[in-house]
């Protein structure tokens, strides 16, 4: 009865009529996030083969030189994920890096393990924090104790694919205006939990494709922290990372405002940990939705307005980002409300054709997803087909709750500088500075 239902008043709608109760996904998310995507993807990737001689190119430009690379690894109670990143790291196809890791006050047995580990030689250089600063102070003191040309950060709880540091590097033999560059970054955990199934399929959608069509506009806005390589020169320039969360967009937007490129490379692969259960994803999520409105509205806001050093591509990237998260998270609630007020006795129809709607584009942005990571991909990367149907439900109704509570919670209070991830001295600190 209910099929026959939805059948019925889809086929007795007009065409302003299916405007009117599905605006939203037919004027802007189809086009944005369905149409866009496709497009570009479908450029990107003969494109992508086009210039193989020209990675080659690089690559031997790359192994010429050889430069030392300090891969950098700040964190707090991290110490069962190290032995697999420093395994991963003893066996990348490049050899001249420096693995400098900096614990940050944990309380567990991170020093023991990474003492062991220095001993081995898995770790060049060790560093414990006795009193905790917060992640961009660690960050800090293992710049400051680094050599390489280069700096590739890197989550503590992440490992990397055995050609990443290879990989991640390419681009800067590619184009010496190149700042920093992006490393894919996927779900390590997918088989744990329901919940990290939903988020390793959200992450081949928002970074794999999000970044990479992003990287090719040229509007990227995030260099991801668990795995992100940096010109040594230009960290120097901006004296490393400022007080987070929200550390990775900002350092992000910083290169930009300093006329460098930052790109994302699909073909450099970390894998990362996260979090097994959606009480603390949704912890996590509302400390990264924060910082939209403490970076993109507050601190960065100088890139929206006319300057002597307006630059139209920075504008578009914070100005895209600022429109599709949160002005589009209040056109979703004021689209509710007008379902409720205007068309109650069809908000059952109107609801199930929602899903439908996006649940289709989900399939259709999937599988867009895995024609672009194709030679990256491991069987059981397809088998997260069938946890599909549950995506418009997390996306459209969890995602948004938190995002949404994140924003006023900012907006009216400046939540993030109460946020325990960093020790309260710090935030204070950055509060009254405006970091």
């Known amino acids: 009865m209910l099929f026959d239902g939805v059948i019925e008043f889809v086929s007795n709608l007009s065409t302003g009529q299916l405007l009117a109760y599905f605006w939203p996904f037919f004027l802007l998310d189809m086009t944005r996030y369905l149409f866009l995507d496709v497009i570009v993807v479908i450029i990107y990737i003969p494109r992508r083969v086009l210039q193989k001689f020209k990675y080659a190119n690089a690559r031997q430009r790359f192994y010429k030189e050889r430069p030392l690379v300090s891969v950098i690894v700040p964190g707090k109670n991290e110490g069962k994920h190290i032995p697999r990143l420093a395994s991963s790291l003893a066996f990348q196809t490049y050899k001249n890096i420096e693995l400098i890791i900096v614990d940050d006050g944990s309380d567990d047995d991170t020093a023991t393990i990474c003492r ?27 710049l400051k104790f680094s050599h390489g040309k280069y ?37 390590a955990n997918a088989e744990k939990t329901f919940a990290t199934r939903l988020q390793a399929i959200e992450y081949f959608k928002s970074i794999s494709t999000g970044r990479t069509v992003s990287s090719e506009l040229n509007i990227l806005r995030i260099i991801a922290g668990a795995h992100g390589a940096f010109r040594r020169d230009v960290l120097e320039r901006l004296k490393g990372w400022d007080v987070g969360p929200g550390l990775d967009g900002d350092i992000t937007l910083k290169i930009r405002k300093l006329g460098f490129r930052v790109v994302h490379e699909p073909m450099a692969i970390c894998y990362t940990n996260v979090p097994i259960t959606f009480r603390r994803l949704a912890k996590q999520r509302f400390r990264w939705d924060r910082s939209m409105v403490r970076f993109r509205v507050r601190k960065h806001r100088d890139v929206l307005l006319p300057s002597a050093r307006f630059s139209f591509a920075n504008f578009l990237a914070s100005a895209e980002n600022i429109f599709f998260n949160i002005i589009l998270d209040i056109k979703w609630w004021i689209y509710l409300l007008q379902m409720v007020i205007f068309f109650p006795t069809q908000l059952g129809y109107i609801f199930i054709i929602n899903y439908v709607l996006y649940l289709a584009a989900n399939i259709l942005e999937f599988v867009v997803a895995c024609a672009l990571l194709q030679k990256s991909l491991r069987p059981k990367d397809y088998f997260l087909f069938v946890f599909l149907p549950l995506i418009p439900i997390y996306t459209g109704l969890f995602l948004r709750i938190v995002r949404t509570y994140a924003y006023i919670m900012e907006f009216l209070h400046g939540a993030s500088y109460m946020d325990k991830w960093n020790p309260w001295k710090v935030s204070r600190v950055a509060k009254r500075e405006k970091l």
């Open 116 to 142: 062991e580990l220095e001993i081995e030689g898995k770790i060049n250089c060790f560093i414990r924090n006795e009193v905790r600063g917060g992640k961009a102070s660690a960050a800090n003191t293992a």
């Open 151 to 187: 700096v590739v950060h890197i989550d503590a709880d992440s490992h990397l694919a055995y050609d990443a540091i290879e990989t991640i590097l390419l681009p800067f033999y590619m184009d010496e205006n190149i700042g920093a560059v992006g490393g894919d970054v996927r779900v």
